[in-house]
């Protein structure tokens, strides 16, 4: 049994002030003041609670307010049976700054690591109900935008069950928008803008961009670019309050470089296997960029991103279709020129579409 | 001993050192970068231990018992019950935009707006709450038994009218919502009494009201002066054009320098009229700092900042508590029997889920 003179104490029901020796019996200690004895507390229960000036501060578990101030130098005795004070908090004091810093560093390395590349692995995961749902609650009826006439819906269809094998889960609708863009969303939805059908010469450079965000449908870039997207937003701490630019963004919504190359290949497929010349949609691209300085300029205006604001042209992707023809392969027009016409005057037949998008963007 | 007869000294006094504060800020900011954000909870609760620590009220240190980790808990419960929600609302009104239903999303968007305005005013409250909870002296705590989601409803509609009239009740709508907020606070077995007055703020905030506006009419009065002395534009030729653009930088100057000093003008009064209808018992508030002591303390800042190239920026806790502590005097007695614990709750989880919101000092 040891003694320890004058330590400061607060019983945590009053505010007085009481000067105590600590009696040491065993695990537990009893506090003396004068004739009175409290106790006695189990040092179990002891725990550290802050350093005040130059004081340690003990508290007791289960009872607000009691205190036990230590000032000075603790006899080694009674220190070894006191929690030990804490500096950085828990894990840091354990490991010790210098490894902390280390660990933490790596930690949020990786950290950093997954929330670049999980978009590709949990992609795959998100099942096809929940895609479905979201296309629909993204895109349902575009408002009535989109244009549909008994033959050009025929020559829509054809063209897309020519660029792939399962058209049934795919939803391709031409919207009555003159804006130079196609997009890709969840649930297997495809927009071609009319402003795209207008621009385009032959049915062949519609077929390679239409099988392109096909491309993107299929290799389930869609799920990843929208993870990717809802990461960065919960890590950067907060998503853009702007209307337009979010709508800008959805529509633009960028893919790796990577995915470009995935769906170029699988437009290339799709076109080789549809016996459909792939230089047309080489020119196309070609055209695009010369377009984009004057036309695409003015579409920026109004705040909507063009077809290659979201995917840049390189030489090397005009090449690569150019490249992919196949020498004496019997190539066919991807659509007749009626079925053509029908499906590049749809919007203007169609005169319940809704044009334009009908909001402010700004 | 039991009457604590204030001194002639301040009842508050601070004894910290920046070199001491250093010492904490610096690891604090090491370990924070390398969490990538997460240490700062642990980080603001070491800081302030430190200042509550060095923080004299009358004969006894002030304790901090707030924990970084019951901080971090709040913050994921924000960010699960609505900052999670929050995304989805803005995923959901994106969708209702594209989809032609402008309206719709548009009524979202204002629920959320209006469920973000009641949290705002309900985090204040919870704010103060939560520290006064984990502030002790002499062993006693503060703290409050209303969970404030009156006073949310108080905010939104006090801060409206506030701004209905052309802005000109805000000063109202300041110091109402600051007695709201005191009077539903108590330290130990007492409650705090909030009286504060609004009328005695107007002349000042008239001043910072119609600053703009008399720098506009001033630099009108000067330039048609001018005109009128200098006679036909033509004969002034270039020294005319000198003289305005000598105007215009100097009314522009005089825009971002008179404006802030109507600010703190405003903001040291108002400070002053809140602090000093706070009573608590038989205890009175007071807060010295006119607006000369805002202004230099504010240049100050401002000079640590650029001339450290913002690494300055992490004593900003310390000097505002420095200047908070200097500047708060009490008077009348404390009856330290009498002071008994408080019995108000404190939520076991550390606090409730709001407290994360942890905005501004008192
Ligand atoms: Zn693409």
Redo the contacts with the bound molecule.
Sequence with gaps: MSTFFDVAHYDGQKAVKRKVEVQVVGPQFYLLENERCTGPFAFADVAYVTKQGEADVYGLTGHDGWRLILSGPVPSDLKGLLPAPRRYGGWVDRLGIGKAVIAFALTSAAAVAVVLFSPQWLAPLIPDSVDDRLGDALVGDFGGRFCHTPAGDAALQKLVASLDDAPQDLRVEVANIDMLNAV?LPGGNVILFDGLLKQARSPDEVAGVLA??I??VRER?VMQALLRQMGLAVVLGGVDGNKGAMVNNLLAMS?SRN??AE??AHSMQALGSANILPVGTASFFDRLAQLDGSEGAVKDNIGITSYLS??PLSASRKDAFEKSIVKGKNYKPALTPSEWTELKTMCAQDRKAKSGFGFDFN | MNNEQLQTHSAFRFHGSWQEFARIAFPNLLLTIVTLGIYRFWATTREREYLWGKTDFIDERLEWTGRGMELFIGFIMVFLLIGLPFIVIQLVSQGLIFQGLPVLAGLLTFAMFLSLFYLTGLAYFRALRYRLSRTYWRGIRGGSDDPGFQYGLSYMWKTVLGWLPLFLMVPWAMISLWNDRWNAMSFGPHRFSANAQWTPLMKRYLLFYLVPFLIFVGAVIFGMSMAASGGTPDALGGTGMAVGGVLAIVAVLAFYIMLPLAALLFYSKYFRMAVGGLRLHTLEFEFRARAVDWVLFFLANMAIIICTLGIGYIFMPYRNWKFFVEHMEAYGEINIDELTQSQTVVEKHGEGLLDAFDVGAI
């Design positions: 890709a392109h965000e491309g993107h870039h893919y995915a470009e769906a170029d979201s995917h």
